[in-house]
């Protein structure tokens, strides 16, 4: 029945004399979303507007699928097209619609024209009138509510004739693309995907980096990053997965360091070479899936002794969420069920059983002084021996 959709977005639209920038971003990232979708698709700009028009068949459910994922779009409108015919054509077009659409229902109604085309012979008020006055002959269970009505049916008089009355909700956000890029920690946990998606929704590309600790962790945790971080690529584009073999450096401070500050320190460490690479790849901060208190290293000391070591921001989007909120998301961007597989993480192996809550920088600053200048060289060594996994 559709042929196309016209895109409703959000906030790039008071964006100024940069509409273009985000709009062309827009349209960038939806062509990529939908050249993974069947059909042949043509994306085009018009008067403030964004339409994808279909050719031959193709897959509508995919198609709206597809475009939920893209950053920037409020609504995705599917439309009817006509040629103009004149207004006789346009009512009948108009009535063909409402019956595929409305027959049967009891609901209410507004019709509402817009005029593009200012050469079209009736103006917009005298269209919305005579509409209205059809459809009510036609549909005796619809009938006008000019305020609150349950289905605004708009007709677009342009070079060609535009229904729709749908609006399927967008993810909202702002175009992939318009704020340059980070890093996530991307662990198997449920946190840190919901994290870099979150970021992502606000225009930023993503990286990621996990920290990999075999023997401690098997092969089976680290594809299960894999497969989150591909999960998560399919809202944020291309990701370039850092893997750094955590594992001698985590062993060293095990031996160097008191325990009970372990986490603490290697979670140091991990912010350390998360910044290297960021430095090395154009990711102008860092993202974490951190949350206050929900465990040791997170309350607001540890998350204080963590940041220390950090000079590039930090973005913890889920800093102030409960737990139940953050699964809300990560069940509906589909990372829930890989998150909850029951694969180790390099951290669960090396934790204390009394992990300090309450740590002080100036006494963790001193641990890491048993570190020798040998933990420079295990980080080069890290960075060095990294595997980069293209995620797409
Ligand atoms: P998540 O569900 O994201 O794993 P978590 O509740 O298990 O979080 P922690 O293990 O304390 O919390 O980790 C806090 C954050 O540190 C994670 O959200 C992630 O951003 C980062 N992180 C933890 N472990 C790793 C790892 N092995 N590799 C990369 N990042 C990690
Ligand atoms: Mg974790």
Known sequence: MFQAFLIKYGEIGVKGKNRYVFEDALISRMKQVLSTVDGTFKISKEQGRIYVETEGVFDYEETVAALQRVFGIVGICPVVLAEDRGYEALSQDVMDYMHRMYEGVTKTFKVHTRRANKRYPLDSMEVNARLGGRILEEFPGLTVDVHHPDIMLHVELRSQICIYSEVIPGPGGMPLGTNGRSMLLLSGGIDSPVAGYMVAKRGVMIDAVYFHAPPYTSERAKEKVVDLARKVARYTGHICLHVINFTDIQMYIYDQCPHDELTIIMRRYMMRIAQQIAADTGCLALVTGESIGQVASQTVPSLAATNDVCTLPVFRPLIAFDK?????????????????????????????????????????RRSEQALSEKIEDMVEEALRTREVIDIE
Do not use: G, M, N, W
Request: hydrophobic share 35%.
């Open 324 to 364: 139940e909120d953050i699964v809300t998301i990560a069940k509906k961007i589909d990372t829930y069920e890989i998150s909850i597989l029951p694969y180790e993480d390099c951290c669960t192996t090396f934790v204390a059983k009394h992990p300090v809550t309450k740590p002080q920088v100036e006494r963790i």
